[in-house]
């Protein structure tokens, strides 16, 4: 069965722009949550979705928003684009009652 | 507050012998710990995984030990492999649908 699918893959955005990644989980999952990997931060919380309702939320300012579609699809925005917010972002999914994720590959956002 | 530490950033090892990386977590409410590996534009893996009621779980090369009283866990890749290069993730959560929190990785380098 297919993965978790992210697009796009690479991304170049200017400081002040905003950007949309999409993610389109496992079939079957319910469950999107998305992470920023930069260096030395390791994996870092963004949000979790679940039937369209966002679950959980980290530790991001509020330009960093998502949704979650009637399908599970699920984008991710982020406004006001600051060169700090270059990173991978990645998105995972997961069956119900299941702990682990399932990740994609990510979008490597790099702004300038 | 990093819940989650991976306090070596890297480690080196050479192919044949034990890789031995550990991980250490603050958050008593934890009951679930897992580790995912990573390789370059790729989304992380998941490898193995253990519940707060075990003490071990074994899967092929690697081992996981979950020391609860120390709040600390270990990954044992035996024997390491050439393709065991990359970075680990030590992860853990509190419940089944709760977010995952996932430490800063280890970054390991096979040695031939």
């Known amino acids: 069965k297919a993965g978790v699918t992210q697009t796009p893959r690479y991304l170049i955005k200017t400081r002040g722009q905003q950007v949309t990644l999409s993610c389109s989980p496992i079939s079957g999952h319910r469950s999107v949550s998305w992470y920023q990997q930069t260096p030395g931060q390791g994996l870092q919380f963004l949000f979790e979705?679940?039937?369209?309702?966002?679950?959980n939320k980290g530790n991001f300012p509020g330009r960093f928003s998502g949704r979650q579609f009637s399908n599970s699809r699920s984008e991710m925005n982020v406004s006001t684009l600051e060169l700090g917010d270059s990173a991978l972002y990645l998105c995972?999914?997961?069956?119900?009652?299941?702990?682990?994720?399932?990740f994609g590959s990510g979008t490597r956002l790099t702004v300038v | 507050d990093q819940q989650v530490k991976q306090n070596s950033p890297s480690l080196s090892v050479q192919e044949g012998r034990i890789s031995i990386l550990n991980c250490d977590y603050t958050?008593?409410?934890?009951?679930?710990f897992l580790w995912y590996k990573k390789y370059p534009a790729e989304g992380p893996t998941f490898l193995i995984s253990i519940s707060s009621i075990k003490d071990k779980n074994e899967d092929g090369r690697f081992t996981v030990f979950l020391n609860k009283s120390a709040k600390h866990l270990s990954l044992h890749i035996v024997p390491s492999q050439p393709g065991d290069s990359a970075v680990y993730f030590c992860?853990?959560?509190?419940?089944?649908?709760?977010?995952?929190?996932f430490g800063k990785g280890t970054r390991l380098h096979i040695l031939p």
């Open positions: 979705y679940f039937s369209e309702t966002q679950r």
């Open positions: 995972a999914s997961r069956g119900q009652g299941a702990y682990g994720y399932t």
């Open positions: 958050n008593s409410m934890f009951d679930y």
């Open positions: 992860a853990a959560t509190e419940r089944r649908d709760d977010k995952i929190i």
